[in-house]
């Protein structure tokens, strides 16, 4: 007679579900454990000032400081650059502008006032691209013996504008002071009677800025 062979079943290995519970269990402590991330902090920083005339180490750059956008001209007065010149100064320029239109020349300006800061800005960059302050003194007034800065001088394009002045100015009592600035006019009030007075070679030489 045959005799089939039963073996017994395998035992079935019961999961190791308490192992699994205690793990997650630790795990859920653990975390339960760790320290909330404080919330960033913040610093609370001023705002920032409002921008002014004269600011920190120069001028605020801009039409308030004394810049003038292209095409400006001596009747343009509303520009700070302008409204800011002696009155006396301002007056020559445009009548001799107006007449000067006759001729078919405009009095484009350069520049005209400027505050202390921008022209110590300006003073500054002449230092760096001419290399020292002996040399830029020969371009750059400081902020407190420049003409600009008080409103006493104009500096004019040269598209016919100032050669205009150097032939007729006089008569308006509008001269060129320096030699090597061909553009720079300021009001000379008795120049009408006795001329415009010699040139100075450059800012360098004029006993003014040295006083």
Known sequence: MLHLR???APPVRARPMLAVALAAAAVAGLAGCQATPDPPTTTSV????????DVGDGARQGEAAG????GTTVFDDALP???????????????AAADAEDDGVTFFVN???????????LLREAVAQYGSAAEAARWVASADTSSHV????VDLQQTGGSQ???DHGAAYGLCLVYANEPWHVELRPDAADRGCPELYADPSQDPR???
């Open 6 to 8: 039963h073996d017994p």
């Open 46 to 53: 001023a705002p920032a000032k409002a921008p002014t005339d």
């Open 67 to 70: 810049q003038v956008p292209d």
């Open 81 to 95: 650059a302008l409204a800011n010149l002696d009155p006396a100064l301002l007056a020559a320029l445009q009548q």
């Open 111 to 121: 520049s005209g006032w400027r505050s202390a800061g921008y022209q110590d800005r």
């Open 150 to 153: 008080t409103g006493d001088a």
């Open 164 to 166: 205009w002045v150097a």
């Open 209 to 211: 800025l040295h006083g």
